[in-house]
């Protein structure tokens, strides 16, 4: 049986009433996304047709899920709110603190040594507040949910961008920081703007070397990684519905790269399979009885330009992998042309290493497809050329394909497999020799390829490839190699060519696992005890934010003027620093440390105008703050990018920042700083970024007029005495100013469950 199986009949026995009421409130037929939200609205029922882009919305997502480097600040903040329960179903799943080193056993057994305090942290937590707790080793967030909780036609928020994945099983599954995470686990309705809609229609079929992988690098590239923000992607078409569940996750996880609020598909025989593999018969039962409403209407499939606000088709049987990178998402490249365009680039053609797995990739499919080339290697006589890793998404994927005999064939190719955990992804990788900076080359599957973040080494170029193809590289080691085309010399001297990767959709003998790694929370947790050592690095109790004192502000002085990309990783880096998401104080050493100054183009080296001295932008930001100066951070478009960490806005909170001036904002971002009690805003006029000087001193004008919808005047007192006048919009509505006024939105939670 399905975990909160009577939840999901719940939301099911609600679908058919509350889907119709739209229909005829709304006067058309329904895309997918549309009954999903409005099925999940605060009010219930629907009285009102909202416009997207445009209408914030109160909604009730049906659970909430949280990665242990986000869980920690997340529960921290819970804390404050005054319950004794969540409200919703909630977990919290233990894989971002496995750092990826030697191989599995070794380093999940250094992980539980090093992170034990957390760990037993966040089971306590998870323990006194009806939290499930999937335990070091379990698995990969997102792979977790795929497999135990995500449902078609449900809603759910995560601590995590990737939260998106859960979409290849029909959810509307959305990233957020853990602010509004407390707000869902504390009872609250959750706001978001009514999103737009972008269709994906897919015809034609995979076939081949082609995977759902290239679907999304394909679209990566059409969108760009700003294009889909503030819209939800939904694909549809014949291209979809002959697509594996676990491929659809793939596609919706990697659409976190794209900007979108979350991607989806309609249900299908493909989820039904996934769901009675995974053990839940009755969450595909209960789906199929309601099943028209688990995905868009006919007319909207058949007509969709005039249902979405913006169509894309792509055709399946003419799509070619891809490899896009290096350094962004976005930037694809069909394999026939990779060689030509690395040569033209100077991109080193030798590849280092080739990695599989993670969130994105880790389903038995993929393994299963990646396996069937790996097998070619002893079978041809063929030497692999790169180092090559493997890292299951979770304990279940492990065990099954050691079962089925798949680790077996990459250990005999001399592949690595890593622990069940996020590794390389994210940062967590000992890579030995990073620290020399050399420039060089690796693929893999994973989701991100920002600069520094797989090994810390901003030489490394990284290329984002299917687990078919990167495992064909790897074998042949060379970059401009393709499988479609290609031969390579074995041991022999012979001219072979790789046979195009095959695999199962789902394991002919079923999933299995000896222990899964769940802990069920206690039934009355009122007795648990949360202890944190007042000398911990590794965890600190907070404290609440001041609220405003409801004068402008004045006398701020410009910590950073960031120039060009700036990601949370930019802002708030993981790797190393995951150690000190518990800790405010520890973990604000790294605020905006990898963001390039526009004034000198180095990273961390920040002018303080105090001293006149350049020194590190923490460093700056804190004597700023021991001052009493104020300060502010000016950036360019698509400001934080990339991962939902909240940190990233909480530690510019926490060392005195008042507000963040950029040209965009990406979505997730942007609700962090509104959350912690910053000022979010952009540039009226983009070109005015560029009178921003470096000893700018800057004066709200009439920030004690804060509202809706009215722009907020800043002045900016250069060092000549010269004055720019600067105009800032901004996306506050009356609640949200509530939140800036009270200091944060958790002030507000805190204040509410003591009245």
Known sequence: MAFDIEMIKKVYDNMTTRVDKAREIVGRPLTLTEKILYNHLWDGTPSVAFTRGADYVDFAPDRVACQDATAQ?????????????????????????????????????????????????????????????????????????????????????????????AGGLGMVAIGVGGADAVDVMSGMAWELKFPKLIGVKLTGKLSGWTAPKDVILKVAGILTVKGGTGAIVEYFGEGATSMSC?????????????????????????????????????????????????????????????????????????????LNGPYTPDLATPISKMKEEAIKNNWPLKIEVALIGSCTNSSYEDIARAASLAKQVTDK???????????????????????????????????????????????????????????????????????????????????????????????????????????????????????????????????????????????????????????????????????????????????????????????????????????????????????????????????????????AVPAVARAYKAAGVPSIVVGDHNYGEGSSREHAAMEPRFLGVKAVLVKSFARIHETNLKKQGLLGLTFATEADYDKIQEDDTINFIDLVDFAPGKPLTLEFVHADGTKDIILANHTYNEGQIGWFVAGSALNLIAAAGKA
């Open 381 to 615: 006589n063929l030497k692999i050329k790169s180092q090559f890793t493997i890292t299951p998404g979770s304990e279940v994927v492990r065990y099954t394909i050691e079962r089925d005999g798949f680790i077996d064939i990459f250990d005999k190719m001399g592949a690595t497999v890593f622990a069940n955990a996020c590794g390389p992804c994210i940062g967590m990788w000992d890579r030995e020799g990073a620290e020399k900076e050399e420039r060089n080359t690796i693929v893999h599957s994973f989701n991100r390829n920002f600069s520094k973040r797989a090994d810390g080494n901003p030489n490394t170029l990284a290329f984002v490839g299917s687990p078919e193809l990167v495992t064909a590289l790897a074998i042949a080691g060379d970059l401009g190699f393709n499988p479609l085309t290609d031969t390579l010399i074995n041991e022999n001297g012979e001219e072979v060519k790789l046979d195009a990767p095959t695999g199962n959709e789902l394991p002919p003998k079923g999933f299995d696992a000896e222990d899964p790694g769940f802990q069920a929370p206690a039934e009355d947790g009122s007795g648990v005890q949360i202890a944190v050592s007042e000398t911990s690095e590794r965890l600190q109790l907070l404290a609440p934010f001041l609220p405003w004192d409801g004068k402008n502000i004045t006398g701020a002085k410009l910590l950073i003027k960031a120039f060009g990309k700036c990601t949370t990783d930019h802002i708030s880096m993981a790797g190393p620093w995951l150690r000190f998401r518990g800790h405010l104080d520890n973990i604000s050493n790294n605020m905006l440390i990898g963001a390039i100054n526009a004034f000198n183009q180095k990273s961390n080296a920040v002018k303080n105008q105090l001293t006149g001295i350049y020194d």
């Open 73 to 165: 600040m997340a529960l921290l903040q819970f804390m404050h709110a005054g319950k004794k329960k969540v409200a919703v179903p909630t977990t919290v799943h233990c894989d971002h603190l496995i750092q990826a080193k030697v191989d599995a056993a070794t380093d999940l057994a250094r992980a539980k040594t090093q992170s034990n305090e957390v760990f037993e942290f966040l089971s306590s937590v998870s323990n006194k507040y009806g939290i499930g707790f999937w335990k070091p080793g379990a698995g990969i967030i997102h792979q977790v949910v795929l497999e135990n909780y995500a449902f078609p036609g449900g809603m759910m928020i995560g601590t995590d961008s990737h939260t998106v994945n």
């Open 246 to 322: 676990t491929g659809k996750g793939t596609i919706c996880n990697m659409g976190a790269e794209i900007g979108a609020t979350t991607s989806t598909f309609g249900y299908d025989a493909s989820m039904g399979r996934y769901l009675r593999s995974t053990n839940r018969a009755d969450v595909a039962d209960a789906a199929d009885k309601i099943a028209p409403y688990l995905t868009g209407d006919a007319e909207v499939y058949a007509n969709p330009e005039l249902y979405f606000d913006q169509v894309i088709e792509i055709n399946l049987d003419e799509l070619e992998p891809h």
